[in-house]
């Protein structure tokens, strides 16, 4: 029963919320699929073994990057970190390090995670705030400086949002969601 997909350049993942578990096929160079294959690619859909010690609640992929969300609203991520995508702080990927899967750094509970199959760059969604991470220079994270931050930085709007989703590409993010008050607009 599988409740979420979601691509990225040459892979995919596959999450069956009711048992928590993920698959996933395709492209492995860079462990965005959470394990050691020497870049060897999934060639058939596998298992992947994501140990948190919660349930998997939601999945979310990038260009070569993937992440997982857990009930108890923290994050994980593996894959590609080039421009800091993964959230964790350095700009080294998961085979480099062979780490197979990092924590990504948001204090809150975050209750969504956002990117797109072209994107280098990652936004977590809680309560109140956007946090942002990865590639930013074409202002993709909605800060006003560039420059690629492998910490989630808040993202400021002009005011009060609700925001349900964020999808971004190489180029631009786009952001669904409301405002809370007129702002007058």
Same mark, same amino acid.
């Given at each position: 029963?599988?409740?979420?997909?979601?691509?990225? =350049?040459?892979?995919?993942?596959?999450?069956?919320?009711?048992?928590?578990?993920?698959?996933? @096929?395709?492209?492995?160079?860079?462990?965005?699929?959470?394990?050691?294959?020497?870049?060897?690619?999934?060639?058939?859909?596998?298992?992947?073994?994501?140990?948190?010690?919660?349930?998997?609640?939601?999945?979310? @992929?990038?260009?070569?990057?993937?992440?997982? =969300?857990?009930?108890?609203?923290?994050?994980?991520?593996?894959?590609?970190?080039?421009?800091?995508?993964?959230?964790?702080?350095?700009?080294?990927?998961? #085979?480099?390090?062979?780490?197979?899967?990092?924590?990504?750094?948001? #204090?809150?509970?975050?209750?969504?995670?956002?990117?797109?199959?072209?994107?280098?760059?990652?936004?977590?969604?809680?309560?109140?705030?956007?946090?942002?991470?990865? =590639?930013?220079?074409?202002?993709?994270?909605?800060?006003? #400086?560039?420059?690629?931050?492998?910490?989630?930085?808040?993202? #400021?709007?002009?005011?009060?949002?609700?925001?349900?989703?964020?999808?971004?590409?190489?180029?631009?993010?786009?952001?669904?969601?409301?405002?809370?008050?007129?702002?007058?607009?």
């Amino acid at each position: 029963n599988i409740d979420e997909i979601s691509t990225g =350049l040459s892979f995919a993942i596959f999450l069956d919320k009711d048992k928590s578990r993920v698959w996933g @096929t395709g492209s492995n160079l860079y462990w965005q699929q959470c394990a050691g294959t020497s870049g060897i690619p999934f060639q058939s859909v596998r298992e992947i073994n994501i140990d948190k010690g919660g349930d998997i609640i939601h999945i979310e @992929t990038s260009r070569e990057s993937s992440y997982f =969300l857990f009930d108890d609203g923290k994050a994980r991520s593996c894959g590609r970190n080039d421009e800091g995508q993964l959230g964790n702080g350095d700009f080294i990927n998961s #085979e480099s390090q062979n780490k197979p899967i990092v924590d990504v750094d948001v #204090e809150e509970d975050i209750i969504r995670i956002g990117s797109g199959p072209s994107s280098q760059s990652v936004f977590f969604i809680t309560a109140e705030d956007v946090w942002a991470a990865g =590639l930013n220079d074409r202002h993709q994270l909605g800060i006003d #400086e560039i420059g690629s931050r492998d910490m989630p930085v808040q993202v #400021e709007f002009q005011c009060e949002v609700s925001i349900n989703y964020v999808s971004s590409s190489g180029t631009h993010t786009v952001a669904d969601g409301f405002y809370i008050d007129d702002c007058n607009l």
